[in-house]
């Protein structure tokens, strides 16, 4: 941290608290039933689907989408080419309510996983939730440090602290009443961050005369305006064909395996009602393209006002922290308090998402097979909480193990980190669905598949790319290797 910002406030720091100890009460009020696993970790399965979706929405978007979309635009070559990753994102959503919803549904599972171990065996299972809580922690472990690294600019914390409180408050409402709180308290925050995005927007174009037309004349003379790119080259990370074929790929994986999505998705009252929350989740890329255009007004302001010579240097080696920054030496105290409670919103909801799925994770499939097989439902809901402890402080520590590795830049390194194993997973998910494969020919393509994610990475091939090709090789290898199919 070789530079922060002192000027927080009083002010600020009393929204700041008021919003958390306000999320915190209201999520009190409004925890589900704990006395059962069934009701800790899905809900009693009785969530409205609104509810449901604007969890979804909260639990993806995340600090990175506050900090790192406008510091894509606002960083050296920096344009608004991110804008094609929204058109996978929303493919992605429309292909898990085709392809994955109702299969889900018709079985009574906690997680993919189980879905996976009924459909082909049980090792399958064991095998998928490793790979999940290994993709998990690392992109978890990232988010984590966006959202710190935004409380640390803003107020001059140390870093260590800034994760601290985040962890804890994470970890209190996970705790306080499992996944029916973190989905209500989810609500909030989605309220919250997307009227902080909007109202960030607003602010920055009345600083300019001529309002949006004047930034994007700016914008324009600096070539930040290209959204389209047709190229062919497999090492650019912002293409269409990585938005429509990689990063579709990447959303279906994420809403399919990964505990944090999928978990939310099995709360609702029927597969329909998980269709139409995903629907409406496919709505939260609107939320991209208002911090795209923020970046756009940033790249316009500071071209009027230069950043200080040290400032501008911190802000091109790590171009994350530039929206933080004209929050709280821009906005007036008060508006910037409500604005930073807002990141916060975006941070604190993936996280506690996150504890909520691998602690379920870890104690319903591992924990329960191998360690307690027949212990009262009580001393499951105790291991849950315990867990939800330790994998709090898990994240915490692997947060300050990335800050090393942001260089590159928070979004990409978030959007990155699991992709060395949710191929393959999705590959596993899409075995079962069709009765597909077994043990051995399985185990052999998923490592089959991790080593052509690292033969990727050896020829710099855009991330995005890995999912679908770590699928396609994991789906291939394995059924070649399995000497017969469940039927």
Same mark, same amino acid.
């Given at each position: 941290?070789?530079?922060t ?12 608290i ?5 999320t915190?009460?209201f ?10 696993i ?7 399965r009785?969530?409205?689907?609104w509810?449901?979706g ?7 978007a ?16 920096g ?7 929204t ?5 992605g959503?429309?292909?898990m ?12 599972i ?8 009924n459909?082909i ?13 290994l993709?998990?922690?690392?992109s ?19 870093l ?21 709180t ?16 909007? %109202? ?8 300019? *005369? @001529?309002? =949006?037309?004047?930034? #994007?004349?700016? !914008?324009d003379e600096?070539?930040?305006?290209v ?7 497999p ?9 429509l074929?990689g ?6 994986g994420?809403?399919?395996i ?22 409406l989740?496919?709505?939260?890329v609107?939320?991209?393209?208002l ?10 302001f ?9 400032t501008?240097?911190?802000m091109?080696r790590e ?6 920054? %004209?929050?709280?030496?821009?906005i007036?105290?008060?508006? *910037? @308090?409500? =604005?930073?409670?807002? #990141?916060?919103? !975006?941070g ?30 009580q ?11 330790l ?5 915490s ?39 597909k ?5 399985i ?17 710099n ?7 679908p090709?770590?699928?396609?090789v994991l ?13």
């Amino acid at each position: 941290m070789e530079q922060t910002i002192t000027s927080f406030g009083w002010l600020n720091w009393s929204i700041l608290i008021f919003f958390l100890a306000g999320t915190t009460l209201f999520g009190h009020l409004s925890r589900g039933d704990t006395s059962s696993i069934r009701g800790f970790f899905l809900g009693g399965r009785k969530m409205p689907w609104w509810a449901v979706g604007g969890s979804i929405v909260a639990t993806q978007a995340s600090a990175l989408t506050f900090i790192s979309v406008p510091a894509a635009v606002f960083m050296d070559g920096g344009d608004l080419s991110y804008l094609q990753m929204t058109f996978g994102f929303i493919l992605g959503n429309f292909l898990m309510a085709l392809i994955f919803i109702k299969a889900y549904y018709k079985e009574e599972i906690y997680s993919p996983y189980d879905f996976m171990g009924n459909r082909i065996e049980p090792r399958v299972a064991q095998l998928a939730r490793f790979l999940f809580m290994l993709g998990a922690v690392m992109s978890q472990g990232v988010r984590l440090l966006s959202t710190a690294l935004v409380l640390s600019v803003v107020t001059g914390l140390n870093l260590g602290v800034c994760v601290m409180i985040i962890g804890v408050f994470s970890m209190i409402w996970t705790l306080m009443g499992g996944i029916t709180t973190v989905i209500w308290t989810d609500v909030v925050q989605f309220c919250v961050f997307t009227s902080g995005a909007l %109202f960030s927007l607003l602010w920055i174009c009345n600083i300019f *005369s @001529g309002g =949006i037309r004047e930034i #994007l004349e700016i !914008a324009d003379e600096k070539a930040k305006l290209v959204i389209i790119d047709l190229s062919l080259d497999p090492r650019k990370t912002y293409t269409l064909w990585v938005g429509l074929f990689g990063c579709s790929i990447f959303q279906l994986g994420q809403n399919a395996i990964d505990q944090v999505s999928t978990q939310r998705l099995m709360c609702c009252k029927s597969a329909r009602d998980a269709q139409k929350s995903l629907l409406l989740a496919a709505t939260g890329v609107s939320l991209n393209y208002l911090m795209l255009t923020v970046g756009l007004g940033l790249v316009a302001f500071y071209h009027i006002n230069p950043l200080p010579a040290e400032t501008a240097q911190l802000m091109a080696r790590e171009a994350d922290r530039i929206f933080p920054y %004209f929050i709280v030496t821009e906005i007036p105290p008060g508006i *910037s @308090g409500l =604005i930073i409670a807002a #990141l916060f919103a !975006a941070g604190i909801s993936t996280l506690d998402s996150a504890l909520a799925a691998l602690s379920q994770t870890s104690i319903s499939g591992i924990y329960r097979s191998y360690f307690r097989k027949d212990a009262t439902e009580q001393h499951y809901l105790k291991a849950s909480r315990i867990s939800v402890i330790l994998w709090a402080i898990i994240l915490s520590a692997l947060a300050f193990f990335f800050h090393s590795l942001s260089s590159e830049g928070l979004l990409k390194l978030g959007l990155k980190v699991p992709g060395y194993v949710y191929g393959s997973l999705l590959g596993i998910a899409l075995l079962a669905l069709f009765g597909k494969g077994n043990w051995t020919g399985i185990v052999t393509g998923t490592v089959f598949s991790i080593a052509a994610v690292i033969g990727l990475q050896v020829l710099n091939v855009s991330f995005f790319w890995w999912y679908p090709v770590a699928c396609v090789v994991l789906v291939g290898v394995s059924l070649l290797f399995s000497k017969g199919d469940r039927t």
